[in-house]
């Protein structure tokens, strides 16, 4: 089991900034991919951004490239992304998700937080 703990939600207004952070810990392993996606309410969940851990390699959704900034530390086991430039819709749960490279983000290796709130006001 790997779990999760997300933080850094909040109220923003239109703008504004926000760092979110998500801690791995568990039986994590180095083989692995972590991302955040996003759900507004009534909207289908979306794919923001995601770090290959051992390359660093990042891959954005067209929604956010140019203002979010995904990064992560190793030693802490820790991904943050940095939020620039927010927009009233970026709002949404944001959840924290790490899986094993080369399987699904949906699939059994597949874990995810408990989500955390972006509000961004007009």
């Known amino acids: 089991q790997v779990q999760l703990v997300e933080s850094g939600g909040g109220l923003v207004q239109a703008g504004g900034s926000l760092r979110l952070s998500c801690t791995a810990s568990g039986r994590t392993f180095s083989d692995n991919v972590m991302g955040w996606f996003r759900q507004a309410p009534g909207k289908e969940r979306e794919f923001v951004v995601s770090i290959v851990w051992n390359s660093g390699s990042t891959f954005y959704g067209d929604s956010v490239k140019g203002r979010f900034t995904i990064s992560r530390d190793n030693a802490k086991n820790t991904m943050y992304l940095q939020m620039n430039s927010l927009k009233p819709e970026d709002t949404a749960v944001y959840y924290c998700?790490?899986?094993?490279?080369?399987?699904?983000?949906?699939?059994?290796?597949?874990?995810w937080g408990q989500g955390t709130q972006v509000t961004v006001s007009s």
């Open positions: 998700v790490f899986r094993k490279t080369g399987t699904s983000w949906y699939g059994d290796t597949a874990y």
